[in-house]
């Protein structure tokens, strides 16, 4: 098949788009669905810009962190998908979001929204991660701005923040 | 210390919510209705070739093709990409042999990813396949790789306007001998003076072609309108001289071309001039009244924009016995890459701060730059300053250890200061924090304590402390053309329109810009707005570079909340019936006279009444002083004042796979006054990241035919979160607030690179007491450096 | 050219078992290329170095990510399972620890969700290390295809740079490590240029040890030939002998003269050749 009618589940909404068989999750996102909040880097899996949160049953805090430029959007029939725009709840930010505002963890913001992405299933897999586990755990997403030692900072502080959802 | 309200305050970033929540929209996140694609096509297959045939046949056939366009069909006009001939006046911009070597489509291939022709489609996905079904057809030329090749008579010429390939030196008009420097105080040049010297260490320093990597991918949207305007999105650092160059380029009045900077995805120089922009704006006068997006590809970033200069930097300096400064004569052999861009700037600055560090009796350096089959470099944080480090802080470490000096003590005794010339002959040091700088960061790492552990460890792994310090600039001046106009505008309620065109690339210049008018004017930051990403409405401002927001555009808005509130005060006057001196400032925008309180009037009313003057019905009278209050700011800077910093690293070598880990670092840098401390700390710490990865990881590669090898995340290797050392520490020292700069500061902008360079460098031959001369450090050299000094020695 | 946001176009192939894969493999061959995580095959697409018509992908195939262990068995991964599952396996910590240890270092999180170590075997890379680890376990890839299901053991697998022994008409299904006894040790290094990198050397040993002697070794190195390669000459020197610091010099050297490494852009033939040594002594004594 070269198109393919599929659902997905972003964000708590459904939304049921055919989508072009070679195109990526990133690319439907950004175009088709106009899910800006996403960005685009590399395309290829190495800077996590455009990381989201898949819903899976065996990871912990049931979802985990992929790269939309890495699959196709084609195969994610019935995913139920968390982006960055999906964090916030009637206006409240995540902890996450929070700490990276409070410990001045954003400069251009461009992989911002990848980074919290990731600290975010860090803290979901291991609420009392330590800088170890942290530093390890956000590789894949990469800042040019900060040197990553705010970014690790916010994630600590967010830490305290439970898994229950 | 004065303890401000809001400078120096640790407040959340203006931006940052926008960007938490996604909300933030970079250039190619913007829709926009009617919105076309354009793809640049480039040459992957040549770094350097001749276009002999464009056949576009088959690429029209591509369904949502609307246009394709050869290098006839944009403007005929060269151009250079960089700015720089706006900030020098143009005989000096001659002298310096500035030239236009680009044009938006290029016939004569120079590098790889050259811009050939262009395609506008319906969709990106149909821009990109008809990219692909362009037939170009080259004619290969020899490629040039190295200054030996593009020096020979018989290599191909680059440019008619530069023949034998030199692409510029230091002009003979404004440097004696070709050189900058200084000879010694009996005249002597810094060669002859040399003889002088107990120690002369000789060594040539490989300095490597670093890219920004930046993580947002060059994007423009452009619309040529149906009132002839040219609009471009972009996220150029520099938007009001691009505004300039885009009106040159394609001859138009300024007002008829608008450059809106849209949020900037990081920048680091890369974005100091134009990129795609020309080409962006080809396009959409291509196609009147719809808006045309170019994106680039990740890929196209090593290729097609500028990275940093690179090339092989000699230096020999002397030495007496007791550690005393004699000469230092060098010589930069530059790599331009494929077109002039920023000539010799870079350069210059080697050697301008090899000049403003240390009070070397004699000093001279030259350079030659190259044309070559390399992508151009430009414009990146440091700006000349990191090869100057890496080269001059590792000669030092390797005087000291033969003349059994202390590397620290050495620093502290030499290094320049108040009273002292900066970077550039004749400007002084007005503060200089640099011994503070020094105590802070080596108490910080332990220095004494560790040195000592270190001094004999054995075993496979070794542990190094190595010192580096550094000096930069806040601002160009007197070099370039430093000014900012700023206009301010009361508003009826008595908040502020702040309209000037100040850049934030992430750095928070917005944010402190606004922290610093509030702190002038005494009121909250909410009543303050900052308008400005918009020529249409801004004023001229140079934008950012040479670490000059906090320090040049924040004097214009300091002046400009000055002269507001200065106008506030003659109009209470006025209405009060006293003099201006007669009035102070209460809370709340309370204004009262000081021998009669009673006499008062609050700031807010005289805004009212300033638009809503009428006459009153009842007396006749008008009511309030009527007109809008507006100031302007012209800010012409005449000073500079550079700050300091010194880092320590502590490091460790696995000398059998010559992996190196830096364990801790910190950097003490001399800021003056913090106006927006995380953005500063922010700074240090990004900044660090790129100078370990200039002395440790990155480089850009070419095989033999010019062709890139590492033009993606797979092989052009950055420190991520992992490699950071977990014990890091950014110190702010304000213990010697600058007299010129607005509250005492100086820039960061750019500093952070350098530290890492010397001091990780000096580490590692701390370590190993094997000096490797030769960036990226990686383990490959370092094994090799050891071989080759027949072990480890220490 | 290299395109890091559009992929060519290509016909989507979903089957929903594994018998269902196996027939669009014997229909369309050499024309078809087979997802699983994707990792790899994307980037190929992207830069050109794949240009499948068909895209078989088995990601809606049930059942297909599962790790099971047992004594007869041994240690059986299935095509879907992904690097996250393996390093979340009690088991395969325990029982095969340089397999443990080459996906703990792989990559980054959203690539270990998604990448399957059979993806790795498929991709055949010389410095894939899933396959270096799985090399120096013993393993064996599973294949169904038309005329059936056969195992191949991962030595005779690798065929050449990025080839592999699988026939156009199969899909691998599986990959088979043969059960832990005791004694049986191993270990995975790797050298990088930074954390999250591509291995510039790596090396996976695994010892039959009795006491201090070695009954039997096996060494994997890669990034030093067309493909991961055995270092026999090398494990020959182990065989039946007792483990000195002097042997384990000896294998080192032994290493350094059987591999074939290239200059390339990670690193240089004479680095790796020297360094190769390091990582052998290093390995070994990890399994002690």
Redesign the interface.
């Known amino acids: 098949m070269k198109k393919r009618s599929i659902t997905l589940y972003i964000n708590g909404e459904e939304y049921t788009i055919t989508v072009q068989a070679h195109h990526t999750l990133v690319h439907v996102l950004r175009n088709q669905l106009n899910m800006t909040d996403v960005k685009h880097c590399c395309g290829r899996g190495e800077c996590g810009a455009c990381t989201v949160l898949v819903d899976d049953a065996d990871a912990p805090g049931g979802r985990k962190p992929i790269d939309a430029c890495m699959v196709l959007a084609a195969m994610m029939d019935g995913k139920k998908i968390t982006t960055v725009a999906g964090l916030e709840e009637d206006g409240k930010l995540h902890p996450v979001q929070q700490a990276f505002i409070d410990e001045g963890a954003v400069q251009c913001g461009f992989c911002t929204g990848g980074m919290i992405m990731k600290s975010i299933s860090i803290l979901e897999k291991n609420p009392k991660a330590k800088e170890d586990e942290i530093r390890s755990e956000l590789e894949g997403n990469i800042c040019r701005c900060t040197g990553y030692v705010k970014i690790v900072d916010a994630v600590k502080k967010a830490g305290s923040w439970s898994t229950k959802r | 210390m004065a303890e401000y309200s809001v400078v120096g305050h ?1 407040i ?2 203006l ?12 250039t ?2 913007l ?1 926009m209705e009617g919105l076309l694609y354009g793809k640049i096509v480039r040459c ?1 297959e040549y770094a350097h070739a001749k276009v002999k045939k464009i056949d576009f046949s088959e690429a029209r056939k591509v369904p949502g093709v609307v246009k394709c366009l050869g290098p006839k069909d944009v403007t005929q006009r060269s151009y250079n990409t960089t700015i720089m001939k706006l900030l020098v006046p143009e005989a000096f911009s001659d002298v310096f042999g500035e030239i236009a070597d680009l044009y938006v489509f290029n016939g004569h291939v120079k590098h790889q990813g050259d811009a050939v022709c262009g395609i506008i489609a319906k969709s ?2 149909a821009a ?2 008809a990219a ?1 079904k362009v037939k170009i057809t080259y004619e290969p030329l020899p490629v040039v790789m190295t200054a030996a090749e593009s020096k020979r008579k018989d290599a191909p010429q680059f440019t008619a306007l530069k023949p034998g390939n030199l692409a510029a030196n230091f002009p003979e008009a404004f440097f004696p001998g070709g050189a900058y420097g200084h000879n010694a105080p009996d005249g002597k040049t810094a060669a002859q003076h040399m003889k002088e010297a107990d120690l002369v260490i000789e060594e040539t320093f490989y300095c490597p072609r670093q890219k ?6 060059h994007t423009y949207i452009a619309r040529y309108d149906d009132r002839g305007r040219l609009t471009c999105w972009t996220s150029t650092q520099m938007p009001k001289p691009v505004q300039n160059l885009i009106a040159e380029l394609f001859e138009l009045p300024l007002t008829r071309v608008r450059v809106v900077q849209a ?6 120089g890369c974005r100091l001039g134009m990129i795609g922009e020309p080409h962006a704006c080809a396009l959409a006068m291509a196609v009147p009244g719809r808006p045309v997006k170019v ?1 680039f ?3 196209e970033d090593w290729v097609a924009s500028e990275s940093r200069a690179s090339g092989h930097l000699k230096v020999k300096a002397g030495f007496k016995k007791d550690g005393t400064p004699v000469a230092i004569d060098a010589h930069y052999e530059v790599l331009k890459g494929g077109y002039y861009t920023h000539g010799s700037g870079p350069p210059f600055c080697t050697a301008a701060f090899m000049y403003g560090m240390y009070k070397w009796q004699a000093m001279a350096m030259r350079a030659d730059i190259w044309f070559n089959n390399m992508v151009p470099y430009g414009a990146y944080q440091g700006y000349g300053n990191p090869e100057n480090t890496f080269a001059v802080e590792q000669i030092v470490d390797r005087a000291c250890n033969e003349l059994g000096l202390d590397p620290v003590e050495w620093r502290r005794k030499w290094h320049k200061g108040i009273g002292d010339d900066t970077w550039l002959m004749g400007v002084k040091y007005a503060s200089c924090g640099l011994d503070d700088c020094i105590d802070k960061a080596t108490r910080a790492i332990q220095w004494n304590k560790k040195k000592k552990e270190y001094a004999k460890m054995k075993g496979r792994k070794r542990r190094g402390l190595g010192i580096g310090v550094m000096q930069h600039t806040s601002g160009a001046w007197p070099m370039l053309l430093e000014y900012t106009n700023l206009v301010m505008r009361l508003n009826e309620d008595c908040t502020v329109e702040m309209m000037v065109s100040v850049s934030d ?4 210049g917005h944010t402190a810009v606004c922290q610093m008018a509030a702190e002038t004017l005494g009121w909250p930051m909410d009543d303050v707005h900052l308008k400005c990403c918009d020529s249409d409405c801004n004023g001229f401002d140079i934008g950012a570079h040479a670490s000059r927001t906090i320090y040049c555009v924040g004097r214009t808005v300091t002046q400009g909340a000055e002269k507001l509130k200065q106008e506030l005060i003659a109009r209470a006057a006025r209405n009060l019936q006293v003099k201006p001196g007669d009035l102070a400032w209460g809370e709340d925008k309370e204004i009262y006279c000081t021998w009669d309180p009673v006499k008062r009037i609050n700031a807010r009313q005289i805004a009212k009444e300033s638009i809503y003057s009428f006459d009153d019905p009842a007396t006749g009278k008008t009511i309030g002083i009527p007109g809008q209050i507006v100031v302007t700011s012209d800010d012409f800077v005449k000073h500079c004042s550079p700050p300091f910093s010194a880092s320590c690293a502590e490091v460790e070598v696995d000398i ?4 190196v880990k830096v364990l801790s670092f910190y950097n003490a840098h001399d800021i003056g006054k913090a106006i927006h401390p ?2 500063v ?2 700074q240090l ?6 100078g370990f990865g200039y002395v440790l ?1 990155e480089d850009i ?1 070419y095989d033999k035919n010019g062709l890139c ?2 033009n ?4 052009y ?8 050392p ?1 014990e ?1 520490g ?1 110190i702010l020292v304000e213990s010697a607030p600058d007299p010129v700069g607005p509250f005492g500061a100086k820039s960061c902008g750019e500093s952070a690179l350098m530290g890492p360079i010397g001091s990780v460098a000096n580490a590692i031959y701390d370590a190993i007491g094997v000096q490797i001369t030769e960036a990226p450090i ?3 050299r370092v ?2 450096a050891i071989k080759q000094n027949g072990g480890v020695k220490k | 050219m290299s395109n890091s946001r559009i992929l060519p176009e290509f016909d989507l192939l979903v089957p929903q078992s594994v018998s269902e894969a196996v027939d669009m493999a014997a229909r369309y061959g050499d024309k078809a290329a087979v997802l699983a995580g994707g990792t790899d095959l994307m980037i190929m697409l992207q830069k050109g170095t794949a240009t499948p018509d068909y895209i078989i992908a088995l990601g809606e195939i049930d059942d297909l990510d599962y790790i099971k262990y047992s004594k007869s068995d041994g240690l059986r991964i299935g095509a879907l399972t992904t690097i996250t599952q393996l390093i979340d396996n009690s088991t395969v910590k325990k029982n095969y620890p340089a397999l443990w240890q080459a996906c703990k270092s792989h990559s980054a999180p959203q690539i270990r969700n998604v990448a399957t170590p059979l993806g790795n075997i498929m991709r055949a890379s010389p410095s894939g290390d899933c396959s270096c680890a799985l090399l120096a376990l013993g393993a064996r890839v599973v294949l169904e295809g038309a005329k059936g299901r056969r195992e191949v053991l991962l030595d005779d697998f690798f065929i050449g740079y990025a080839k592999t022994a699988r026939k156009a008409d199969e899909i691998a299904v599986e990959i088979l490590l043969p059960a832990v006894q005791n004694g049986l040790t191993s270990s995975f290094v790797r050298l990088t240029r930074t954390n999250f990198d591509l291995s510039k050397i790596n090396m996976a040993v695994q010892l039959d040890m009795s006491g201090k002697t070695c009954n039997e070794a096996r060494i994997a190195v890669g990034a030093v030939a067309p493909t991961t390669i055995r270092a026999k000459k090398a494990e020959a020197l182990l065989k039946g002998a007792k483990i000195t610091d002097e042997l384990i010099k000896k294998v080192g050297s032994a290493i350094a003269k059987e591999i074939k490494p290239i200059d390339d852009v990670r690193s240089t033939a004479e680095y790796r050749r020297e360094v190769s040594a390091v990582l052998a002594e290093r390995a070994i004594k990890a399994c002690l």
């Open positions: 640790r959340p970033k931006d940052a919510r926008e960007k938490v929540t996604g909300r933030g929209m970079y190619g996140d829709r992957w990106e996905e990109e396949r692909e920004q990597v930046q993580m947002e991918n949020p900037v995805g990081g920048a680091f994106e590809l990740r890929e690339l992430g750095t928070g059998e796979t010559g992996d995380p953005s700390e922010g710490e990004g900044g660090s990241q790129k990881t590669y090898l590492n993606d995340f797979t092989d290797k950055m420190l991520g979160a992992s490699d950071m977990q890091m950014a990686t383990p490959e094994l090799a």
